[in-house]
Every structure is written in C-alpha cells, then in structure tokens.
C-alpha cells in the first residue's frame, strides 16, 4: 500500500524563520505535487515535480525531490505570515494520474 | 481558474436519503475526480473518471457511485447517506500539461 507522511502536521513559526516540511512516500513515482489550502479554500497547486533532483521556486518557497530517498522537501525562507495555510503533497501512482495524498501541514507564522 | 464548478456549495440531509452532487468543467478535460476531505486525512480519492461513460474506483469508494454521461459533468450520488459521510466534497480535473489536478470549490455535506 503506497503511503504519503508528512512531517510535521502542525508547525507554527515566527516571521522571519527558515523552515522545512518533509514529504515521504514509500513506493516509485515519476511526478510529486505541492499544494495549498487557505481555511475554508480549495486546494491551489504550486509545484510539479517530475525528475529527480528536480528544483523548484517561487518566492519564499522552494521544493526539491529525491526520488532515491523518496523524499521531498518544501522550504520555506524568511516566513511571512501570508504563508500560513495547510500545504499537502500528493504522489502519483498509475497511469491513470492518480494521486495519494499525504496528510497535510498546517503552518501558522506569527507576526 | 479551471472552469470547475460544483453544486450545491452546502447541504444538509438526513441520513438514508440519497444525494447527489454535481461537478461541471468548461474545458473539455477527460480526466475528472472526486475526493472527500476531512481531519487529518488529507485528500481520500473516492472514484474518477477518464472518459464519459469511463469510471473507476478509488480508496473510498464504498457507498458512492458515479456517473458520466457528458465530458463537462461528473455525478457523485450518496445512495443512502450515512454520518460517517459527512465531509467536504472536492472534485477535480487533471491538466494535460504537467498532469496537476485542479479543484473545484468543495461542497460542504453534512448528514444528520
């Protein structure tokens, strides 16, 4: 059973802060996706990853993928509380596209 | 924006009664899909679609069907609604480009 873990679920920070979410999956995928959820929002997407070693940024985030170690990462530089949503990655797993997703972080930044 | 629209946005039923909700695309995308959402769960795939008339199941499927009958709309019916089903209803088109999923609004269900 494929399984997608995040870490942390809950991270709450000051502005200012460096700080890095964790993706996990336990199984081959060619592609990651980071998304963001505002409270009460749907789900807006912000990254693709399609290789390994694959970078990404916009803004104050950046994500990566190590497809070796299953792993991606979400960094966040310099927080600003605008950032404060729930972020979720999400694997794709067959060539139906579909995706299992991880639980999601919810990051609060305080002033 | 997507061109994804989902109705209702909010409903309240009882528990047996069936309920259908209801996803409508503009841009003429095959793949579509529906999810619940709900605490500390992340997403949970409940069926998708890949053509009209093409279904299939997801992780959570049980106690939800699904039809297509037209490209630019996608049913998911609750033939008899149960609490367990309360949650909120995402659905969502894939993009041809980079293959992300893009939402719709979400239909907040909540069965008594």
């Known amino acids: 059973e494929l399984k997608v873990e995040q870490n942390p679920l809950f991270l709450s920070m000051q502005e200012g802060k460096n700080y890095t979410i964790y993706c996990n999956y336990s199984t081959t995928s060619d592609r990651l996706y980071w998304y963001r959820q505002d409270p009460g929002k749907s789900l807006e997407s912000l990254f693709v990853?399609?290789?390994n070693g694959a970078v990404k940024q916009e803004g104050r985030l950046m994500a990566s993928l190590d497809t070796k170690a299953r792993l991606s990462t979400l960094h966040i530089t310099a927080a600003v509380h605008d950032l404060s949503a729930t972020y979720f990655c999400?694997?794709?797993?067959?060539?139906?596209?579909?995706?299992?997703w991880g639980a999601g972080t919810k990051l609060i930044i305080k002033p | 924006d997507a061109g994804i629209t989902q109705s209702p946005r909010h409903k309240v039923t009882e528990t047996g009664t069936p309920v259908t909700l209801r996803c409508h695309q503009t841009?003429?995308?095959?793949?579509m899909y529906w999810y619940r959402q709900d605490p500390g769960h992340g997403l949970r795939l409940i069926h998708y679609?890949?053509?009209?008339?093409?279904?299939d199941k997801g992780e959570v499927s049980d106690g939800y069907s699904v039809s297509r009958s037209k490209t630019e709309d996608f049913l998911l019916t609750l033939e008899s609604a149960t609490s367990s089903q309360t949650s909120v209803y995402f659905c969502?088109?894939?993009?041809?480009?980079?293959?992300?999923?893009?939402f719709g609004p979400g239909t907040r269900l909540t069965v008594t």
């Open positions: 999400a694997v794709a797993v067959d060539s139906n596209y579909q995706l299992i």
């Open positions: 679609s890949y053509g009209v008339k093409d279904t």
């Open positions: 841009e003429n995308h095959r793949y």
């Open positions: 969502a088109i894939r993009s041809t480009g980079l293959g992300e999923q893009y």
């Open positions: 990853l399609l290789s």
